[in-house]
């Protein structure tokens, strides 16, 4: 038995309207006769009329109200002669429709209208429509004749030389987007030059441009290799900035040179860009040139930067901690020689919260103690007072502060920072 349960359906007496349904489709139609189930309220009703594709009238009101419910529409119903012939003849009535239309595909002149099993109408355009349309196009002969070459003509002399150029990356073409040079993703100017200045000769003749050398350059000029860098050319001068695309390769280091008829273009300085990969700021608030540095805490635990990593901490007792993996202090005059590598938190006067001091095991570690310090002398805000520590006594360092410790890193470890 053939159902129809698609969308859902209201009552208004005897009237169903129904949502979301098509009761006229070719292949399901509904007709007089047919039962029509709204589970929900557990109600059968018989089809009188068909007022529409979406509304019914059938032969009784529902007990209760019905609204927008689920329902079932039994299609065949007893197998009657009645039934049989209808349902022959809505099939044959939906045949000749398709064949009429097909006929009108090759005869008519316009779109035609195509009804689909589901009941609704596609237009197609005819046969003819669309030879015609092909009629209408212009042939390749026809082009060179309809045209008026003049106007391009005129347009080519308008646009100089440029009209005549390819596009592309070899000398004398117009570069597209991404070719290469400063407009190239990455950059894509790759040298091999171990000389600064013959480096920057490649240039002299080019626009701001973005390369990258492959090879490290020599003779003291810092140039680290497959570096990101930048050309800038300004009359006879330059500059050049190279970004080292590892940190162990050094600082940002910019170039200036200039260009004089007698030569070709030279470098006359390099300067490096201090950042936050080749400095430190101390605990009292100082950039110091950085490699390697320790930030010692209150807890034994440690922050390392790139070029101390493989140093370890701990607490060994109150104010004494233990640091492994060094060769001492580094010797560094910036930050006092090899006596001077510590540096230890200032209170708001800039006085130091704590005595510091060290010894070296024989296993090399290093001991670092520390020491109340307190200022007797100054006022009593200034004078750093603890209760149960005399100035001398051992003391943890204080909460939330750390003693910056300038090491010195086996050859292993060591990353060469510029």
Known sequence: MAIYDTGTVTFSG???NGSGVNWQTANNPVRPGNT???????????????????????????????????????????????????????????????????????TASEDVSIIGPDGSAVKVPSLKKLYDGLGAKADKSDLSKKADTSAIENLSKSLGTAAKKNIGKGYGSIPLS??????????????????INSLFNKFMNSGMIVYRNNVDVTNNWVHPKYSPSLFVPAGDTFAAISFPYDPGQGAVRIFGGRRKNDWNGKALYS????????????????????????????????ELNSESQGVTTERVCEGVYRVSGTLGFNADAEWGGPEGGIEVPLDRNKQPLVWV????????????????????????????????????????IPDGRWVDLRVQMPESQRQVKE
């Open 357 to 396: 001091d060290y010894e070296v095991e024989p296993s090399g570690d290093l001991l670092i103690k520390t020491y109340h310090r307190a200022h007797p002398s100054g006022p009593t805000f200034a004078r750093n007072n603890k209760p149960g520590y005399d100035d001398g006594m051992p003391i943890d």
């Open 14 to 16: 005897t009237t169903v």
């Open 271 to 302: 300067r490096a860009l201090w950042d936050s990969v080749n400095t430190s700021v101390d605990g009292n608030g100082f950039i110091k040139k950085a490699s390697p540095i320790v930030k010692l805490f209150r807890d034994g635990s440690s």
């Open 36 to 106: 029509l189930l709204v589970m929900p309220a557990f109600e059968a009703f018989t089809v009188l009329r068909i007022n529409s594709a979406t509304q019914l009238v059938v032969n009784r009101a529902p007990t209760k109200a019905i609204s927008n419910s689920a329902y079932c529409l039994l299609l065949t119903d007893a197998l009657s002669n009645d039934a049989l012939a209808q349902r022959v003849s809505e099939m044959t009535r939906y045949y000749e429709q398709q064949v009429n239309a097909w006929g009108q595909l090759i």
């Open 178 to 195: 991404g070719d290469g040079g400063f407009i190239a993703p990455g950059g894509d100017t790759s040298t091999n030059e171990n000389d």
